[in-house]
């Protein structure tokens, strides 16, 4: 049989698998423990056959929405977690020891900017670059460099990382490359395509999509050599050689840490995972619209959208994500408007922290996600006072447009 397109691929995948009793969606197992009749065979599977054990490490209900990620993702295997941010801490602790030095593009979520600097308190060496441009990457390069970490497309900046060069230099010089491919999703490109090593989804986001449940997910591209990589431990370093990196992050990253996502969650990422791309393709459409209105709007300053020409790395990002360019924009209003009267006039955008809903979104940044962080650190990343932040959702257009309008007719 051919091989199937992105959603067919999902909507079929846990009855293909053979979920219990011919189910179309693999059933949610709330047990917490897993028992067997054969003392051999509990022993098997603490060593390393597939199976399960207790929930902490995983149940067929997470290893189901697992599968289809990896499927999203064309890697080898998915492991989840209860959140995003618990995926990026299993990822940076387990493979980063004292005295290891990870490059990482400082355009990236804020609460990733603090786990950073977690890390460095910890004894990693983080240098933060522009990897808009590669050659600022390579630049950042020491003999102790491990690992490069960098967003496709940034939140909240949108800038779009250099993400092919970096991967091709971090093949050359034999590090570890994370893509966090939260913003961009597995339906406009993989962190595969640019040779990452691990791609990292925050699930919570466009993957789920309905914010009804938070979950995280870190894929094994299969591209990297763990063989060479100096921090696997000795009981990892087993099986196929491209498995290491990924068997460590599990069991150090989600079986010490314990960030688990439970079954619940996980089914409901699932349901939200079948029309991915439906939504997606809705989101991007109803972006490209508003950006445009917006940047040709008197009373906005600017528009921060990779699909707009006027966006820095506007070509780049119609080369990577097959001319789609996600759902967030950052918008400045012009001088003299009171930011959160705007706010406060809009009707249909949500005021709420968070990303990639099927409902539109709205955050001033300095203000709130990027308050803790202080002036300086924002101007680093580029977070102006007057910076606005839309999660564009896939209500009907001209709605959004409307709001907008009469939003801005205010002042
Ligand atoms: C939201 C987000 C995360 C963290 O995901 P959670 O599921 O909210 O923990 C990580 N990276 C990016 C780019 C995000 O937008």
Same mark, same amino acid.
């Given at each position: 049989m051919p091989k199937n397109g992105f959603t067919t691929t999902i909507l079929h995948s846990d009855r293909r698998a053979g979920a219990e009793h011919g189910a179309v969606h693999k059933p949610i197992h709330p047990s917490s423990q897993y028992a067997y009749t054969d003392a051999h065979e509990i022993a098997a599977v603490f060593q390393g056959? @597939?199976?399960y054990t207790y929930a902490r490490q995983g149940t067929p209900t997470t290893a189901a929405l697992e599968a289809q990620v990896t499927q999203m993702e064309q890697g080898l295997a998915t492991i989840s977690f209860a959140t995003g941010m618990a995926a990026l801490n299993a990822? *940076? *602790?387990a493979l980063l020891h004292r005295g290891d030095h990870l490059i /990482? /593009?400082?355009?990236i979520f804020g609460n990733t900017n603090s786990l950073l600097n977690t890390l460095a308190a910890l004894g990693v060496e983080v240098t933060l670059v522009d990897a808009t441009d #590669? !050659?600022?990457v390579k630049r950042a390069w020491r003999p102790e460099t491990r690992m490069v970490f960098v967003e496709s497309i940034a939140n909240p900046g949108t800038q779009v990382a250099d993400m092919r060069a970096v991967g091709a230099w971090c093949r050359d010089k034999n590090l570890v490359y994370v893509v966090d491919n939260t913003l961009s999703t597995p339906w406009l490109c993989t962190g595969t395509e640019f040779g990452a090593s691990l791609t990292v989804n925050s699930l919570s986001k466009y993957i789920g999509g309905h914010a009804n449940a938070l979950g995280g997910a870190v894929t094994n591209t299969g591209l990297y050599d763990w063989s060479t990589y100096p921090n696997i431990a000795e009981p990892y370093r087993k099986g196929p050689v491209s498995t290491w990196g990924l068997t460590q992050i599990k069991k150090k990253g989600l079986r010490d840490m314990g960030g688990t996502l439970s079954s619940d969650a996980a089914h409901r990422i699932a349901i939200g995972a079948e029309t991915l791309a439906l939504r997606m393709d809705k989101c991007c459409a109803n972006a490209m619209t508003l950006a445009t209105f917006l940047e !040709?709007? @008197?009373k906005v300053a600017s528009v921060r959208y990779p699909g707009l020409a006027s966006h820095a790395q506007h070509t780049r990002a119609a080369e990577f994500f097959g001319g789609k360019f996600g759902s967030l924009m950052g918008v400045d209003l012009v001088d003299g408007i009171d =930011?959160?009267?705007f706010l406060n006039w809009l009707e249909i955008p949500i005021l709420a922290t968070h990303l990639g809903d099927t409902r539109t979104l709205i =955050?001033?940044? #300095?203000q709130t996600i990027y308050y803790e962080m202080g002036a300086k650190q924002r101007a680093l990343m580029g977070i102006s006072d007057t910076f606005v932040r839309i999660s564009v959702g896939i209500e009907d257009t001209e709605d959004l447009l409307a709001d907008f309008t009469q939003a801005l007719g205010h002042f």
């Open positions: 056959k @597939p199976g990822t *940076f *602790f /990482s /593009s400082k355009y #590669a !050659n600022e !040709n709007h @008197p =930011l959160f009267e =955050l001033p940044m #300095a």
